[in-house]
């Protein structure tokens, strides 16, 4: 089986070859990276430079390198992919390069993280879902930070349509300097920075939200047969 993992620089990629490693026979399998920057572990059998998972032509960029190394799966480990594939789905299918997918606008969905929340809410699951608000321009920072400030211990603010943890900020009244000199990298911003950060501009949404401490804790979810099979993991780990 000739497997191609996508966006290879990535850590989830990363995971995903050690797994893969450890569940195919040796020599009865070669597993192909490609990323956008060239980037990937040496461990690959061959890694190639492909076109960002945003670009119009990367379906059939991506297909046409598919066939050039034979793939039989292809694993998308970014959003943008994700969603390029899904949408051709059709292309990869008449070739039998297989992927796992679910309907592309259930994975539009699941990426913006207020729609997933709504649709939540219509299911029934309110009481799972962290207090929350959204704003897309600096009129409605203020109100909204100040709405969930009043209902929540520590407040954050993450983009809607995000992902690698991009843009999430745990909000403060101010930043100590001791942080400055002792921590690698802090995700939080001033309360003013935050307001000042945002000010005149039209944005993409942001939510405002309640910030819960502790391990994070994500799931796997597959359709096994007919069967809906839910793995509850750490969030740094794959399984």
Do not use: W
């Not at 207020?114 to 203020?142: A, C, M, T």
């Not at 943890?165 to 400055?180: A, N, T």
């Not at 003013?192 to 401490?213: H, Q, R, W």
């Amino acid at each position: 089986m000739n497997v191609l993992l996508t966006a290879c620089g990535s850590p989830g990629a990363t995971t995903f070859f050690s797994e893969i490693k450890k569940l195919l026979p040796e020599n009865h399998h070669r597993i192909y990276g490609c990323d956008m920057a060239n980037a990937g572990s040496k461990e690959y059998d061959e890694v190639f430079q492909c076109l960002p998972g945003d670009d119009p032509d990367y379906a059939v960029h991506i297909l046409s390198k598919c066939k050039l190394y034979g793939i039989d799966l292809i694993i998308p480990c970014s959003d943008e992919e994700i969603i390029a594939i899904n949408n051709n789905i059709h292309m990869f299918y008449a070739e039998n390069i297989f992927t796992f997918m679910n309907e592309v606008q259930n994975i539009k969905t699941i990426f913006d993280k207020r729609k997933l929340y709504e649709l939540l809410k219509e299911k029934g699951y309110s009481d799972v879902i962290p207090k929350y608000r959204s704003f897309v321009n600096s009129n409605q920072i203020k109100s909204q930070y100040h709405y969930i400030k009043s209902v929540a211990d520590q407040v954050c603010i993450k983009p809607s349509v995000g992902h690698g943890s991009r843009g999430f900020r745990i909000v403060v009244d101010k930043l100590c300097h001791r942080e400055y000199f002792t921590s690698k990298l802090t995700p939080k911003i001033t309360y003013d920075s935050m307001v000042k950060m945002f000010e005149g501009e039209n944005i993409p949404e942001v939510l405002v939200m309640e910030y819960l401490s502790g391990t994070e804790y994500s799931v796997d979810c597959i359709d096994y047969d007919g069967k809906f099979v839910c793995v509850i993991r750490s969030r740094d780990k794959i399984i």
